[in-house]
């Protein structure tokens, strides 16, 4: 794999990460209202899923797909049905005390990994991504081992930089927000994001 493939992906990924989609609004909804924690979880979760892209896609993601047939379906309707329910456990969640705003809040580190793999393993945009766009980069059929375990580090890399930026920035936008009142409205409008993003997974 040359330097041209190698900086090309890495580019392309970087824009993957950065582009608002599914994945970006469930990431910073759990950050805001839940904290570091429950952000990283969420961010694993969408990095994993991408890996798993990767894989597939260096595995013939076309055939695998085939291969699956009704249980990709099957998949993204638990998806969708799963992200809906912990849209409406958001909306639903009582508001802590002020001092305790950005800190754990109740969500856990692995509950927010399976929300976060759940988002992204529906996510078209990564599916298109990595089906359509890697060959453009590599050549799928001669790939090496050591060419899977560079792109496997570029994936990795380009989330833990890109969207932990915005566990940050979700981290800064939390502090303003200590009041109870303002607590109930984040906690609702990113429990309805969430239930939005699985209708929308449910229903695609």
């Known amino acids: 794999m040359s330097l041209a493939s190698i900086l090309g992906f890495t580019l392309a990924m970087a824009i993957l990460a950065a582009t608002p989609g599914p994945a970006f609004f469930v990431l910073m909804s759990r950050a805001m209202a839940n904290g570091v924690k429950a952000g990283a979880g969420v961010l694993t979760g969408v990095i994993i899923a991408d890996v798993i892209f990767l894989i597939l896609a260096l595995l013939g993601m076309s055939a695998v797909s085939q291969a699956m047939g009704e249980m990709f379906v099957l998949v993204k309707l638990v998806g969708g049905a799963y992200i809906v329910f912990l849209g409406y456990k958001m909306w639903t969640q009582k508001p802590v005390d002020p001092d305790e705003v950005g800190q754990s809040n109740g969500r856990g580190y692995f509950s927010s990994l399976l929300e976060g793999l759940a988002v992204n393993l529906t996510n078209p945009k990564a599916i298109i991504f990595f089906a359509a766009l890697l060959p453009t980069f590599v050549d799928v059929a001669r790939v090496t081992l050591m060419d899977g375990l560079i792109l496997a580090g570029i994936v990795i890399m380009a989330g833990v930089l890109v969207d932990g930026s915005y566990i940050l920035?979700?981290?800064k936008v939390s502090r303003w927000l200590r009041s109870k009142k303002a607590q109930r409205r984040l906690n609702r409008?990113?429990?309805a994001?969430?239930?939005?993003v699985g209708v929308a997974v449910v229903t695609r």
Do not use: E, F, V, W
């Open 169 to 171: 920035l979700a981290q």
């Open 189 to 191: 409008t990113g429990g």
């Open 193 to 196: 994001t969430l239930m939005a």
